[in-house]
């Protein structure tokens, strides 16, 4: 039998308990063998957030996913430079392991930005995608997109990092360990002697 493999995307700044809530979900509604989380070097559409390095976002991620047995890290795009399109990761993946059956694991957001990937036509003879809802984002396309019905969360990294600039609760909102991990390194603004958490 082929491995089953979700992937993840993401620019995880920070990682959140929708990206852990949405791999799982997906995990097993498509019981897949593992779900690897692989955070981009250089998003191919959004600029990343002042102050924050990718050792920062890959260490935020390992801490977010050690509890869980079948999440991973996958660091193929962090260890390449430039721009990180999905078509040429997905590639190079495939080249590594010709036998794995690989799905790619977006929110509502990326599913309403599939139009405009780089070579989308030629990335979908490498993947399967696989769509989960997302509050105040369609999961409508043409693109043939496997559906995953999840319970929403209408949470997002920018929310996180906006409160935390604020000086305000992020409890339960992202794992503790990643949280304190934020307030060692202060980022998005945050203070050591923070009240809140
Ligand atoms: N609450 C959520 N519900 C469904 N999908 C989500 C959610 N949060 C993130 N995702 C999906 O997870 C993937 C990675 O997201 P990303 O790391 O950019 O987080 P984000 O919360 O969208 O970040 P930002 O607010 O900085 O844009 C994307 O496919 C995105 O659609
Ligand atoms: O390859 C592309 O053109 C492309 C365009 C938009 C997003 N992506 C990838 O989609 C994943 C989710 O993106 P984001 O912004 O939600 O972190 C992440 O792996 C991005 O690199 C890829």
Not at 15 to 43: S, T
Not at 71 to 86: A, H, L, Q, V
Request: glycine share 6%; no cysteine.
């Amino acid at each position: 039998m082929k491995k089953k493999v979700g992937i993840l995307g993401g620019t995880f700044n920070p990682p959140h308990i929708g990206h852990l809530m949405i791999a799982n979900e997906v995990l097993h509604a498509l019981n897949l063998d593992e779900v690897r989380f692989m955070p981009n070097q250089e998003p191919p559409h959004k600029e990343i957030a002042q102050g924050v390095t990718n050792v920062d976002r890959m260490n935020m991620v390992k801490l977010a996913i050690q509890d869980h047995g079948q999440f991973y890290i996958e660091p193929i795009e962090m260890d390449r430079g430039g721009k990180s399109f999905t078509f040429e990761t997905m590639k190079l993946l495939k080249e590594r392991e010709p036998k794995t059956e690989f799905y790619f694991i977006i929110g509502g957001d990326m599913i309403e930005y599939l139009p405009k990937w780089y070579k989308i036509d030629k990335l979908l003879d490498l993947v399967t995608f696989v769509g989960v809802n997302r509050p105040e984002f369609s999961s409508i396309t043409t693109f043939p997109v496997l559906l995953v019905d999840i319970p929403e969360i209408h949470l997002s990294s920018s929310l996180i990092r906006e409160r935390i600039g604020k000086d305000y609760t992020v409890k339960y909102l992202l794992p503790e360990k990643v949280i304190s991990y934020i307030k060692e390194k202060q980022l998005y603004g945050s203070k050591r002697s923070a009240k809140n958490r």
